[in-house]
């Protein structure tokens, strides 16, 4: 177990989740990292934990560099145990380290662990504490994905360590950028942001523009690959996630019965390809929700399909949209469609809940058993003059 040098002094101390496959209902096909960083200074600093059960490993490579005992400094950036969630262990060994931590980071630990005689040292965002040669200075970024989080950024050597912000689930035996398909690590950051991020994007804007003065070398996330020479990339694309910026691009996202709303679907995606819009069809029962809001981060049409089942929608295509409300993109145009026998209700289950979202909303499609060819023909040239309408600029009201 061998630590991981980031620059004289900082070395990467965290452990790989070779097998994690969900994080709290996040599909992770390629499991994960906890990233922890050790700053060898006059003052011994780490910054952030792993998970409890990768603990021995993380002091294994603690070890190779200092005695675990002589710790000065543990940074605690975000309570989500995930990165504090072996903070009892580490502090049973690093009897007389203090805890740096935000004001809502001390409540949260203080809350999960009850643990009252730890020591700390609140920051203010800003908020520099010298390590000896280098200083760190911590910036609160406040939703970036809790409360609690902030970030530290160490002075000399321009490094950012960014906690959950930047970061991947990606477990890897390379920790660098340059040593890692840079379009597997953009596309897990995106991964990421959708399903973690998301919600918070106006902050993320904010802690973008407070960190935008200092020179950045290094970014340290506490997830996955560590970006030193993609970081104007990532900056790049976060900006843009951030400012919930979509593209003509459809999503077809669907559950079906006996095949009647399968056939609409394909109707929508032909609707759609008729003027150049790429719709990518997606069916709910071999989609994980998380891979489709990787999707839904640039895709500008979001079209939902469900037949009828017991005056409701398909519980996959109700899990989904209650998924997809709670990580509350912008700025997307939704259509509702499906069929139903008797009754119809899903469908308007359906449009409710992408209005609920905020969505624009195309004319809804409900048809009563199976489409036939005139219905599908019906369908397919009021959906593509609606579309066509839409793609005018001054059908895009607003977006
Ligand atoms: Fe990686 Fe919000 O924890």
């Known amino acids: ?107 949260g630990l203080l809350a999960h662990y009850k643990k009252t005689d730890w020591k700390f040292k609140v920051v203010k965002t800003n908020e520099s504490v010298n390590l000896g040669k ?22 000399e050597d321009n490094i950012l360590f960014s906690n959950d912000a930047f970061g991947q689930h990606i477990a890897s035996t390379e920790r660098f950028d340059d040593e890692f398909p840079i379009g597997i690590a953009i596309d897990e950051a995106k991964k990421y942001y959708a399903n973690i991020v998301l919600p918070y994007s106006t902050m993320v804007q904010n802690a973008l523009s407070t960190v935008a003065p200092f020179p950045i070398d290094t970014i ?23 400012a919930n910026r979509s593209e003509a691009k459809a999503l077809v996202i669907y559950d079906t019965m006996w095949k009647s709303t399968e056939k609409i679907a394909s109707t929508v995606q032909c ?3 008729r003027h150049g819009v790429p719709a990518k069809v997606l069916n709910l029962r071999y989609n994980h929700i998380s891979d489709i809001m990787n999707d839904i981060l640039t895709a500008r049409y ?41 009754g119809g209700q899903g469908v308007r289950h359906v449009e409710s809940a992408l209005k609920e979202c905020g969505f624009q909303m195309l004319e809804s499609i409900n048809v009563q058993y199976v489409p036939d060819k005139n219905q599908l023909d019906e369908i397919f040239d009021k959906l593509s003059q609606e579309v066509a309408n839409h793609l005018k600029p001054s059908g895009l009201q607003g977006l």
């Not at 340290?220 to 951030?242: C, D, F, M, N, T």
């Not at 009828?308 to 997307?332: A, D, E, Q």
């Open 1 to 107: 177990m061998h630590p991981v040098k980031l620059k004289e002094g900082v070395y990467w101390v965290g452990e790989i989740d070779w097998d994690l496959r969900n994080f709290h209902g996040y599909s992770t096909q390629r499991g994960s990292t906890y990233n922890s960083y050790l700053i060898v200074d006059e003052k011994i600093t780490l910054v952030d934990t792993v998970r409890p059960y990768l603990f021995e490993k993380t002091m294994q490579r603690i070890s190779s560099l200092v005695n675990p005992a002589q710790i000065d400094y543990v940074v605690s950036n975000h309570v989500e145990m995930d990165h504090s969630g072996s903070l009892p262990l580490l502090m049973e060994i690093a009897k007389n380290a203090t805890i740096i931590t935000s004001p809502n980071g001390q409540k």
């Open 134 to 155: 280098k200083n760190l200075r911590f910036f609160l970024t406040p939703m970036v994905h809790w409360p609690d989080n902030m970030v530290g950024y160490l002075e």
């Open 220 to 242: 340290a996330p506490s997830h996955g690959i560590i970006w030193r020479s993609h970081v104007k990339l990532i900056l790049e694309q976060y900006e843009k996630w951030a």
């Open 271 to 273: 609707a759609f390809e």
């Open 302 to 342: 979001v079209c939902v399909g469900s037949p009828t089942l017991n005056s409701n929608m398909l519980p996959t295509v109700s899990g989904f949209l209650t998924y997809l409300k709670g990580l509350s993109p912008k700025n997307r145009v939704g259509l509702a469609f499906g069929s139903y026998g008797w």
